[in-house]
């Protein structure tokens, strides 16, 4: 199978074929198109250059070997979001090491879920200088990597909350679950570092 000519654009079915035929243009392709997202996925997790350059190797390693595997009612995308978020965590875990104050996130299908307070969100004020940005940044960097991820994928992507779910492989409820937790972790995380700023 040749790289498709007849369309200026390569759809993402026959992008698929492509993989799934092992085509050397598909592969360049499938780079191509998802690096930056695959990256800047795995950098937000991992906060680290070369580990998230790692991360991201791995990604379409994994997906060009298991792309047999990828069922096409599903899009790429959301393939690549989860492979991605997976490497992220795998790596993050091989650290040995934890960062800032653990959140439980075991959590049974039937646990209710607590709604969702619009108002525990990350203060649009504090990503108007630049400092601020820096202090948001410190406090997912403080959240467990789960939640992290939860928070990456909904809040910085923009994914859905059944997209979220999808990449992290859990259900919709538990990932509402996770930035619900996320997002109550950063305000008080915030909240605790500007109390001791203003003192």
């Given at each position: 199978?040749?790289?498709?000519t007849?369309?200026?654009?390569i759809?993402e079915?026959?992008?698929?074929?492509?993989?799934?035929?092992?085509?050397a243009?598909?592969?360049?392709?499938?780079?191509?198109?998802?690096?930056?997202?695959?990256?800047?996925?795995?950098?937000?997790?991992?906060?680290?250059?070369?580990?998230?350059?790692?991360?991201?190797?791995?990604?379409?390693?994994?997906?060009?070997?298991?792309?047999?595997?990828?069922?096409?009612d599903?899009?790429?995308?959301?393939?690549?979001?989860?492979?991605?978020?997976?490497k992220?965590?795998?790596?993050?875990?091989?650290?040995?090491r934890?960062?800032?104050?653990n959140?439980?996130?075991?959590?049974?299908?039937?646990?209710?879920?607590?709604?969702?307070?619009?108002?525990?969100i990350?203060?649009?004020?504090?990503?108007?200088?630049?400092?601020?940005?820096?202090?948001?940044?410190?406090?997912?960097?403080?959240?467990?990597?789960?939640?992290?991820?939860?928070?990456?994928?909904?809040?910085?992507?923009?994914?859905?909350?059944?997209?979220?779910?999808?990449?992290?492989?859990?259900?919709?409820?538990?990932?509402?679950?996770?930035?619900?937790?996320?997002?109550?972790?950063?305000?008080?995380?915030?909240?605790?570092?500007?109390?001791?700023?203003?003192?």
């Amino acid at each position: 199978m040749t790289a498709p000519t007849m369309t200026p654009t390569i759809t993402e079915q026959e992008l698929i074929a492509g993989l799934k035929a092992h085509e050397a243009w598909a592969c360049e392709k499938l780079i191509a198109d998802y690096a930056e997202m695959v990256y800047r996925v795995c950098y937000r997790i991992l906060r680290d250059p070369q580990e998230a350059e790692d991360a991201m190797q791995e990604t379409f390693i994994t997906v060009y070997r298991h792309i047999d595997t990828f069922r096409e009612d599903a899009k790429l995308s959301s393939w690549l979001y989860r492979v991605a978020t997976n490497k992220a965590l795998s790596i993050h875990r091989s650290r040995q090491r934890k960062q800032g104050l653990n959140v439980s996130l075991e959590t049974e299908e039937g646990e209710e879920l607590p709604l969702i307070d619009e108002q525990v969100i990350m203060p649009e004020e504090l990503v108007l200088r630049e400092e601020d940005v820096q202090l948001v940044q410190e406090g997912l960097d403080a959240m467990s990597p789960k939640l992290r991820a939860a928070l990456v994928l909904y809040e910085l992507e923009g994914l859905s909350m059944k997209e979220t779910a999808q990449a992290l492989g859990i259900s919709e409820s538990a990932a509402k679950l996770r930035v619900h937790r996320g997002r109550i972790f950063l305000q008080q995380y915030l909240t605790q570092r500007l109390q001791e700023t203003a003192s």
